[in-house]
DNA sequence: CTGCCACGCATTGGATCCAATTGCCAGCCC
DNA sequence: GGGCTGGCAATTGGATCCAATGCGTGGCAG
């Protein structure tokens, strides 16, 4: 059975952002090749494409390792994202249909619930990301979700190490903006949006040991 | 002699920033692999990773094609660039060295001695990428990067029709900016640049001809 | 004359083979 | 004893071959 470029991307990225390719881990061809059935030639090419997305490092003729970011790298980025996640849900914002907003109750329930991190990442994710697809700009949608997948990592051990006062915060937060978002109001939307994550990014700060700083 | 895929890649890169390859063009592996004396291999990807980096879209069985871009897209993609530039210059503000302002003068006064519209788009890249670069987050500077590349096309376009007015403008804020930066004034920096690209964002916004769309 | 199906060409995608580069380790010279 | 060098093993990179996919064209039937 041949497997796709795609294909061996797709699984690449879940086993990256399932945390089983930690960083600093060398991703040797062969090996995938072989724990996925494919030859090396799809392998190679699905990392050229993660290394072209950040999630890879790729240096000629040594290979492919998942990148270390340092402390202050993962606070750019979401620096970055408190820039671009308020202007992808303005532009998200008037395409938003009443099944978005029940879909993020749904989620938001859920997680409200009680869930494990995992599936707390990945509800949370779901949660953010769908809110922004509507906008329809594939590069605004494909930037944002580039610096979820490179910064999940410590989003992890963030969350790993955090009590549930963390998780109090994060759905009062949820709750407020999609408040506003039921009301239409983009200014408070934006607003909630960028403080939550402001203050997840401040709060970040307050953890080097997750980033090996401490 | 062997090309590798980074060459292909930045030659690729060069074709499109350069025009010569329009938006809507198929670009075929066979043709580039010859004209570059290369393989078919590399060529593959090369396109994978400018596919991941948006610019070529790359339909599986059916290949790669310079995507175009509506209106829309662009205004987005400038409301991005007006969003994260201020932010890329204010980490990179920091560790901005004599010699980086003194390239900025270079640069600018380069401009205003007049050059062709294709020297223009070169100097102006460079003039706000430099400015940049200093940070030294590479997610960040691959971000803005990408930016630029994606809509290199539609500001040549626009660059041919405007008249030498839009020049001065540029001239006028560009000096503006670098003032405040020889200043080490933070503040006005962002102010003047992020007003920057809102002005020219607003200006393309009155030529719908640049995208087809009249 | 028109619509549909089948065949063939053009092009891309995957597998395999071979070359080139890197890193490591042993052995030797200083 | 330390450092340099040469060669070997591991791994990546490129070329070529073959399969699969898609698209256009032409012929045949209605």
């Keep these: 059975m041949t497997v796709t470029t795609q294909r061996v991307a797709e699984q690449l990225r879940k086993a990256i952002l399932g945390g089983h390719l930690a960083p600093g881990e060398r991703v040797r061809q062969e090996e995938v090749a072989q724990q996925l059935g494919a030859s090396r030639l799809p392998v190679r090419e699905a990392l050229q494409m993660l290394a072209a997305e950040g999630m890879v490092e790729h240096e000629p003729n040594k290979g492919a390792r998942v990148p270390w970011l340092s402390m202050r790298e993962v606070d750019v980025m979401y620096k970055m994202r408190e820039q671009l ?91 407020l903006l999609m408040d506003a978002l039921g009301r239409g109001d983009e200014i408070d939307a934006g607003r909630f949006l960028a403080g939550h994550i402001r203050r997840t990014r401040i709060e970040l700060n307050r953890h080097p040991e997750v980033f090996g700083e401490d």
Excluded: K
């Excluded at 009443?98 to 329930?109: F, H, K, T, V, Y």
């Excluded at 594939?138 to 009590?163: C, E, K, P």
């Design 85 to 175: 996640e308020p202007l992808a849900l303005a532009e998200s914002m008037p395409f938003l249909l009443p099944g978005d907003l029940l879909r993020l109750e749904e989620i938001q329930d859920e997680i409200e619930a009680g869930v494990s991190v995992e599936q707390f990442l990945a509800l949370d994710r779901e949660f953010h990301l769908r809110t922004y697809s509507a906008c329809g700009i594939d590069h605004l949608n494909a930037t944002v979700t580039r610096l979820w997948n490179s910064t999940q990592y410590y989003r992890r051990a963030f969350m790993q190490i955090s009590g549930p006062s963390r998780r109090w915060v994060v759905n009062a937060e949820h709750r």
